[in-house]
């Protein structure tokens, strides 16, 4: 199964843009890359922005980023696979050391930049939180 990470990007003060997460799916030799305001939370919605594909060494990379645009901190890592994909929409099914559930993206109809996303845990993930 194609593996994904959640990065915690922080950025420079001076970085024009906040800290903030990285989702990355790998396919096939690139890795499919979002920028998200807050990590994943059961049940909530959340604006997504797409980023430019990145390299794959990223699935294991921690450390600064070059041209000082921050630090990157693996939150999460995993496998996924693939539910939904077409060009209105996105889902996929996540296990990983944080996050094991279902993941979709729609985008938003007044911007090509922006999309909405999802995070739903699985059934035995919620009833783990609930337990603590």
Do not use: C, N
Request: proline share 5%; no cysteine.
């Amino acid at each position: 199964m194609p593996r994904y990470v959640i990065l915690l990007h922080k950025m420079p003060e001076d970085a024009g843009r906040p800290t903030h997460w990285d989702l990355m799916l790998e396919d096939g030799e690139v890795l499919l890359t979002w920028a998200l305001q807050a990590f994943p939370e059961h049940g909530k919605v959340a604006r997504v922005q797409r980023l430019p594909d990145h390299r794959l060494a990223y699935l294991t990379y921690e450390g600064p980023v070059s041209d000082h645009r921050g630090s990157v901190h693996r939150w999460d890592r995993g496998e996924y696979q693939w539910i939904r994909r077409d060009d209105h929409s996105l889902h996929v099914r996540v296990l990983g050391q944080q996050l094991d559930g279902e993941i979709r993206w729609t985008h938003e109809q007044q911007s090509a930049e922006f999309q909405r996303m999802e995070y739903q845990a699985s059934e035995q993930r919620t009833q783990q939180q609930g337990d603590k």
